[in-house]
């Protein structure tokens, strides 16, 4: 089931020079993996006053097996009345970070973006977050600085199914638009479509008693 793809070279590598680093932020250290997935059957329909979210920390797998790409998460909302797909009042944070070591005569470079979710859908094992950038590393200033608003961004995940392992998940990254055209829609993201090769995610639903 694990694919690798290069496709997400591209929005990785939005700008062709990024700004090097000592270092990987307490985020990049190695992360605890979360426990097994603890989703209900259904989970993502949420269900009347039900809270769904996605949690979770990884390493991607990426097309230069040199660079440590890792993607952490964790988004909730309610979703009601049963049945619905897309979160009321979704919150939470998401980060994006691509370290590149020494190569190929160029230094080492670190680039990162952190993310406040603006939404949140679930459909079975499909979740798909997109978020304003609220701070960044030098290469991504620039969407910070977008006018009128910060630019969005979006993640997909393909989760395992309930009982599944969160390493078995898929994970895909949405490029923000290009400058001076519209905003990519809230939730519309790209397929996820690479594996990890640590940590993992998970969807967990709680219902009101």
């Known amino acids: 089931m694990h694919r690798t793809t290069l496709r997400l070279a591209v929005p990785l590598a939005l700008a062709a020079a990024l700004t090097a680093t000592a270092g990987l932020p307490a985020l990049a250290a190695d992360a605890p993996s979360p426990s097994p997935a603890s989703a209900a059957p259904g989970a993502g329909a949420g269900g009347p006053g039900g809270i769904s979210g996605i949690t979770g920390w990884a390493r991607m797998a990426y097309g230069d097996p040199r660079d440590d790409v890792q993607i952490s998460v964790d988004a909730h909302g309610l979703f009601a009345p049963a049945g619905s797909t897309t979160a009321t009042h979704p919150r939470g944070r998401f980060r994006i970070q691509h370290y590149s070591p020494a190569k190929d005569g160029q230094p080492a470079n670190f680039n990162w973006g952190d993310f406040t ?8 094992t499909e979740v798909s977050v997109t978020g304003r950038i609220v701070d960044a590393g030098p290469v991504w200033q620039t969407f910070l600085d977008r006018k009128p608003l910060p630019a969005r961004m979006g993640l997909s995940f393909h989760l395992p199914a309930p009982g ?17 055209t519209p905003d990519i ?16 995610y998970v969807l967990a639903t709680r219902h009101p008693r």
């Not at 599944?164 to 001076?180: H, K």
Request: net charge negative; aromatic share 0%; with cysteine.
């Open 117 to 124: 979710v603006d939404c949140l859908r679930v459909d079975g």
């Open 164 to 180: 599944g392992r969160p390493d078995e998940a898929l994970v895909g990254i949405t490029p923000p638009a290009a400058e001076g």
């Open 185 to 200: 829609p809230k939730c519309s993201t790209a397929p996820a479509e690479s594996a990890l090769t640590a940590g993992g």
